[in-house]
């Protein structure tokens, strides 16, 4: 019996315009380096690439910004090719969301996609260490009462390619925000509409 569990951005969403534009306004409000913070923030939790840039004191306000920022830009984001098709081919009991975004955030997202929002759903509250630390996998898994070895973690960006490797899971990388090539080491796939044989619904 095959568990799946899925990154939410870049995987079952393309949510990629929206994130750059609110991490370059950001940036651009506070003096950073816009393209230094695109370079470090994919797949992981707002205030871990947060952390990067500011003293401890400053996160917590900077997040509550990237929050309103993100909760504002909405209407661009939109399923990723095969993820409608194949979320409705899955029994609820048998996935969930692995993601390094708020709750609410990831809610609206999915929401706005058009595309189901899973009975199990780990986000950035959940977890005391983000991805790359295997945690929120691991934690998914056991609230779907699988072992990470049944576990198919889906994922588009290297932090979330290593937690689920780290988790112990068997893991497939979409290129849908990476070059194939930087998701070396893993089965790569352009998007969902091209699982490998063995996992088709």
Not at 100 to 119: I, Q, T
Not at 144 to 160: F, I, K, N, R
Request: glycine share 8%; aromatic share 4%; charged share 25%.
């Amino acid at each position: 019996m095959t568990y799946w569990l899925f990154d939410i951005d870049g995987t079952l969403v393309d949510s990629t315009p929206a994130v750059e534009r609110a991490w370059r306004t950001w940036a651009s409000e506070n003096g950073v380096d816009g393209d230094e913070i695109m370079r470090v923030s994919h797949g992981r939790r707002t205030e871990d690439t947060l952390a990067d840039f500011l003293p401890p004191e400053q996160v917590a306000p900077a997040y509550r910004r990237m929050e309103e920022l993100e909760m504002s830009d909405l209407d661009s984001v939109v399923a990723l090719p095969g993820a409608a098709d194949l979320l409705e081919s899955l029994p609820r009991d048998r996935w969930a969301a692995v993601t390094s975004g708020a709750r609410e955030l990831m809610r609206a997202r999915l929401n706005a996609a058009g595309l189901p929002v899973p009975d199990v759903l780990i986000t950035a509250e959940d977890v005391e260490q983000g991805k790359p630390d295997p945690t929120g996998y691991l934690l998914a898994a056991g609230r779907l009462g699988a072992e990470p070895s049944q576990c198919v973690v889906v994922e588009d960006a290297p932090a979330g390619l290593e937690a689920g490797t780290r988790a112990g899971c068997r893991v497939i990388a979409v290129a849908t925000s990476h070059a194939p090539e930087q998701l070396a080491g893993h089965e790569v796939i352009a998007d969902l509409t091209q699982l490998p044989d063995d996992l088709r619904p």
